[in-house]
Nanobody, 115 residues
Framework: QVEIVESGGGLVQPGGSLRLSCAAS????????MSWYRQAPGKERELVAM???????KYADSVKGRFTISRDNAKNTVYLQMNSLKSEDTGVYYC?????????WGQGTQVTVSS
């Protein structure tokens, strides 16, 4: 069965760093566009970063220059390196895999940036 599991979230101080991981199984990972989304309380879920099968990337303006998305197809894993974290980065971070009509989501991992 399809499974996407996020990990690496936690509580960090402003200016700190976290590395999120997304472990995927049950689908042909290398074909999928993999993305990180986040959702803060009372706000809509927003796209943070995405990486295509060719490893090209896109980022939300709010995280550009601070976050880096990458994928390791041999490990069926996507990463999100988050540096210079701000309080507004707080939220639940979700990993998504999309290909054609297939669209899979993980359960999310909480990231809290607070002093």
């Amino acid at each position: 069965q399809v499974e996407i599991v996020e990990s690496g979230g936690g509580l960090v101080q402003p200016g700190g760093s976290l590395r999120l991981s997304c472990a995927a199984s049950g689908f042909t990972f290398m074909f999928y566009v993999m993305s990180w989304y986040r959702q803060a309380p009372g706000k809509e879920r927003e796209l943070v970063a995405m990486v295509n099968s060719d490893s090209s990337t896109k980022y939300a303006d709010s995280v550009k220059g601070r976050f880096t998305i990458s994928r390791d197809n041999a490990k069926n894993t996507v990463y999100l390196q988050m540096n210079s974290l701000k309080s507004e980065d707080t939220g639940v971070y979700y990993c998504n895999g999309k290909f054609a009509l297939y669209d899979y989501w993980g359960q999310g991992t909480q990231v809290t940036v607070s002093s």
